[in-house]
């Protein structure tokens, strides 16, 4: 069963716009929610994350907003530029564990 | 510098010829991690370990094994591969406790498996 739904599969945008990932997960006792970033031949690496007691995080062009009640997340990337093409992994876990659970990933393309 | 290091960066084998995977970190981590990446389904967990001689298996630990004896390796070990074990591995590890906002999980470059 999988943990942790994101959407789309795959994002292409123009460059300048804004990009958008979804995810949503069920299991509420999780408190940290991670992105991870996949450049090609790489492995993930984490970009930004948020605790459920906030409903936003920003760092630069990347913002998290989290709506604790509706159980989703989401990635705000802000005037998209053709190095963010990659695959982004949101994650879900426990502070005090080190067990974490991943969406199926999200390939974006930013065209120039 | 902190790394985790894979090894090799890609395969090619034939069904039933036992292979190993190898994956080595440099940051004294306890928690180690190996998963499998497909389109579509995103990183799966195979199997991971808390510890030297703690090993647990994830969602798709079939056709695998691994083992802990010393806490900087933890090999991954198909011993009889097959076509459907086709995938993109990737190595993790992660400190016993992390403070948010260091990062918790920290993955290799990731090996390529073709089984033909």
């Known amino acids: 069963q999988q943990q942790v739904k994101q959407s789309p599969q795959s994002l292409i945008v123009q460059k300048g716009g804004i990009s958008i990932i979804n995810c949503a997960y069920e299991n509420t006792a999780f408190d940290y929610f991670p992105w991870y970033q996949q450049f090609p031949g790489k492995g993930p690496a984490l970009l930004i994350a948020i605790r459920p007691d906030v409903s936003e995080k920003k760092e630069g062009r990347f913002t998290i907003s989290f709506n604790k009640s509706a159980k989703q997340f989401s990635l705000h990337i802000m005037d998209s530029q053709p190095g963010d093409s990659a695959t982004y992994f949101c994650a879900a876990s426990y502070l005090t564990g080190n067990q974490f659970y991943f969406g199926t990933g999200t390939s974006l393309t930013v065209i120039p | 510098e902190a790394q985790v290091t894979q090894n090799p960066r890609y395969l090619i084998t034939v069904t039933g010829k036992k292979l190993t995977v190898t994956c080595s970190q440099n940051?004294?981590?306890?928690?180690m991690s190996w998963y499998r990446q497909d389109p579509g389904l995103g990183l799966r967990q195979i199997y991971y370990s808390m510890n030297v001689e703690v090993t647990d298996k994830g969602d798709v630990p079939e056709g695998y094994k691994v083992s802990r004896k010393e806490k900087r390796n933890f090999p991954l070990i198909l011993e009889s591969p097959s076509p459907n074990q086709t995938s993109l591995y990737f190595c993790a590890s992660s400190p016993r406790s992390w403070v948010p906002g260091n990062s918790p999980l920290h993955f290799g470059n990731g090996t390529r498996l073709t089984v033909t």
């Open positions: 940051m004294n981590h306890e928690y």
